[in-house]
């Protein structure tokens, strides 16, 4: 367990300014760590030397604003250097410069206080402006008055940039300028309290090429220096101390994102069909509703998994069915999607390990997780399918259970969710009149009685995450043993292609959600194996729909074939690497880039 892990995780949300993905350190940055003094002076003789050191804070304030965009220039950051023209205008402005001495003389007040005043006095008049965008740009006369501040203190800007490794850096907002002042090739992204997407710090971050999230209200008093974080520009999400599992699906995220930012998008909203005719509908996995845009951008059909324990993350108390309902309709009204697979919770197991209502255990994956946890905390479970059922009359849903082990569990299950149906139908609460159920497989044990499962649900959906940890014996979250991960072991082919062959054989479609699903080189080996959907995390869609569309069912039934007839599992691979790298040479070429 990683020293991470024993803080707490928070989801925040704000304006994704700066697509793409960053995982890196916070270095929590404040620009005005002075200590300001306001006073009145002591003697009316004073003012006139008050008023020499205002001038001279202006002068050096400007002559710091001019070498930091000559350097700019140098260093070819073209697009800032207007925001720092704005800056300077705001410093020679003359009614700026006569208002704040008249404060000084009038008032008998140090320069501090009088530029300080002017703030006050600028903040008023900006917030009555009824243009967001005009109204957002008091953050230059902040910026402005911020570094006379500094001059007035004697710090004379000189902020030192504490950091040598590669940061996210964390700020109430970030200026061109403070930019230049920072070691800009170690930041790796930007997270602020206010801003949007004209701001300078998406202004900055997007010159830059940096993932950047601004708007998030409080980040800077929640987040310390040093802590993990992860920054999705895309969706506009921070994620701070993520658990090891999260971290790991944001790493995939961040391959995925390389590849599908150019032209693979243009081919994301095209079906999955092969040259012989076979579809394979395509999902997206999501974690937050925030996620959907993004998604349905990137090409997923419907939501194939909705991960919905992240509703627990950011509360301290437990969600009502109110705040779940309100969550899920979100979902379901996204008029694109075909239907949203809503994941009943999978908590315990690495996810949460704080979680009060879990004991600490030696074994988290094999302990009190998921549908066993939702089997004995039965208030809170039925909570969450009240709210699913009161879904499901907005939108098309399906439920799906995880971590089912054996059939007890899935009638305990099922009958609890028909329990919360009646209970709501006779409350005179719309629902909808069926609502297909799911049992993911992702126990060994669900694959070996997958034929008689198949007759208790309408769809599996194969979780290759926990099935490829709890069939190899490898905790998924221990990177000591990663080498040994290995989603094309004869094993796993062996288990996968029996669930699908014994759901075909009972009639009911079958589904993968686990990473493997959104995995390139796999593509091939599950077209072969005929699943019926595959839903990913959605930044991999467009490349597996392009993969898919290129190739023949046929082809990949004999792939598959010989790839099973190796009895090694790094042949395996190397035979599938080999044939995919050989038959879209584009597609694999992109992702060493
Ligand atoms: C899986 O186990 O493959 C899966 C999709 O679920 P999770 O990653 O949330 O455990
Ligand atoms: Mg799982």
């Known amino acids: ?82 925001v720092i023209d704005v800056h300077i205008l705001i410093l020679r402005d003359k009614k700026f410069i006569s208002r704040t001495m008249n404060y000084i003389r009038r008032l008998g007040i140090n320069a501090e206080w009088a530029v300080r005043m002017m703030l006050d006095r600028y903040k008023k008049i900006f917030a009555g402006v009824e243009d967001t965008y005009i109204s957002s740009r008091i953050s230059d006369v902040q910026y402005v008055t911020q570094r006379i501040l500094r001059n007035l203190s004697g710090k004379k800007g000189q902020t030192t940039w504490g950091f040598d490794d ?12 403070d930019t230049a002042q920072m070691k800009m090739e170690k930041v790796r992204g930007f997270a602020t309290d206010i801003g949007g997407r004209t701001s300078h710090t998406a202004i900055v971050a997007r010159s830059m090429e940096i993932p950047a999230v601004a708007g998030l209200d409080n980040i800077t008093s929640l987040v310390q220096t040093a802590d993990i974080i992860i920054i999705d ?35 994301a909203k095209l079906p999955a069909t092969t040259l012989d005719n076979y579809h394979v509908q395509i999902g ?108 499901s009359a907005i939108g098309k849903v399906k439920i799906l259970f995880p971590m089912i082990s054996g059939i007890e569990e899935i009638r305990e299950a099922k009958q609890l969710l028909q329990e919360a149906k009646d209970e709501l139908v006779a409350e005179g609460v719309s629902v909808a009149s069926a609502m297909e159920i799911g049992a993911m497989i992702e126990v060994p044990s669900a694959v070996v009685i997958a034929d008689k499962l198949a007759g208790e649900v309408d769809f599996f959906s194969i979780g290759t995450n926990d099935l490829i940890q709890y069939a190899l014996a490898i905790d998924r979250a221990n990177e000591h043993l990663a080498y040994l991960y290995e989603p094309l072991h004869p094993a796993v082919l062996r288990l996968l292609k029996n669930v699908v062959d ?18 390139p080189t796999c593509c091939l080996i599950l077209l072969g194996m005929e699943l019926d959907e595959l ?26 074939q010989n790839a099973m007839s190796f009895n090694v599992a790094s042949e ?17 070429q992109k992702e060493e880039d």
């Open 535 to 560: 839903s990913m995390s959605h930044l991999a869609i467009p490349r597996i729909k392009r993969i898919i569309r290129a190739s023949s069912l046929q082809d990949a039934k004999v792939l598959l």
């Open 284 to 391: 997206g996995n999501i974690e937050f509703v925030e996620e959907i845009p993004t998604a349905i951008a990137h090409g997923a059909e419907y939501i194939g998994l909705y991960r919905t324990e992240f509703i627990y993350i950011n509360s301290e108390s437990l969600p009502t069915e109110e705040d779940h309902f309100n969550n899920y309709r979100q979902v379901v009204e996204a008029k694109e999607l075909l239907w949203s697979t809503i994941r009943t919770f999978d908590l315990g197991g690495d996810k949460f390990p704080s979680n009060s209502r879990t004991a600490k255990e030696m074994n988290p994956q094999m302990g009190m997780r998921a549908i066993r946890f939702c089997l004995r905390e039965i208030d809170l479970f039925k909570t969450q399918l009240r709210a699913i059922w009161r879904a």
């Open 572 to 588: 395996v691979r190397a035979y599938v690497q080999d044939y995919m790298t050989q038959h879209f040479p584009n597609e694999f």
């Open 1 to 82: 367990m990683s020293a991470n892990q024993e803080k707490k995780t928070l989801v925040l949300k704000g304006i994704g300014v700066s697509p793409g993905i960053v995982i890196g350190k916070a270095y929590l940055f404040d620009p005005l760590d002075v200590q300001l003094s306001f006073y009145k002076l002591d003697d009316a003789a004073l003012i006139p030397q008050e008023i020499q050191r205002f001038k001279n804070a202006l002068k050096e304030s400007e002559r710091q604003l001019l070498e930091i965009q000559a350097n700019l220039k140098k260093a070819k950051f073209n697009e800032p250097l207007y």
């Open 502 to 519: 014994v759901a075909h054989k009972a009639n009911i479609r079958v589904a993968m959600c686990g990473e493997m699903a959104g995995d």
């Open 166 to 177: 590669n940061v996210i850096v964390v700020a109430h907002d970030i200026s061109p300028a």
């Open 233 to 267: 520009g895309t969706s506009g999400l921070v994620i701070v101390n993520p658990y090891p599992d999260m971290l790991k699906r944001y790493e995939e995220k961040k391959i995925h994102y390389a590849a599908a930012k150019n032209e693979y998008l243009s081919h």
